[in-house]
């Protein structure tokens, strides 16, 4: 049988925000992914957490792609997950089609291990990168928050869609 999508929310930005948050998560699916389309008015980051945690329980691993040159990071444990595609200035919004996000979320309504995500985006600016991340915590996810790190905004015109996969 083949997978079936659902649209379970979108978040769009008519001004300038701080975050987008999907709540109450139907526990339905076996996995989620997250499109998004966004820029900010720094050299920012976009996080993730579930759940409202903001202790070390998210490690990410990121392979970069910019203009040829490969560089990576890991962070094996914080406080938050770094998505993909994010980290570089899109401060001409008008000018640049911004960031591109997709972020995949495996078994998200399990209780009993850690959840495991694949992320990938890129940008007229930034790049291309992927990232393989995970969230120790073992409560099914409920609730995602995207937020802007370091205090910056998601510029007006940002899009975030949450999908459920059957």
């Not at 998210?58 to 998505?83: E, H, K, L, P």
Request: proline residues 2%; aromatic residues 10%.
């Amino acid at each position: 049988m083949a997978n079936s999508l659902q649209l379970l929310g979108v978040g769009v930005f008519p001004s300038n925000a701080d975050s987008v948050d999907f709540v109450d998560i139907p526990q339905n699916f076996r996995d989620l992914q997250v499109i998004a389309t966004w820029g900010d008015n720094t050299n920012e980051v976009l996080a993730v957490r579930f759940n409202d945690i903001s202790t070390s329980t998210y490690g990410t691993s990121t392979i970069f792609n910019n203009a040829g040159t490969m560089s990576g990071a890991n962070r094996a444990s914080g406080t938050y997950i770094q998505a993909a595609g994010s980290g570089y200035a899109i401060t001409g919004w008008n000018s640049y089609p911004g960031e591109v996000m997709i972020m995949d979320i495996s078994e998200y309504s399990s209780t009993n291990k850690a959840k495991s995500l694949i992320i990938r985006g890129g940008g007229a600016v930034g790049g291309l990168h992927m990232s393989i991340a995970n969230w120790s915590g073992t409560s099914a996810i409920t609730k995602i928050s995207i937020y802007s790190n370091n205090a910056s905004v998601i510029l007006a015109g940002s899009l975030f869609e949450l999908w459920g996969i059957a």
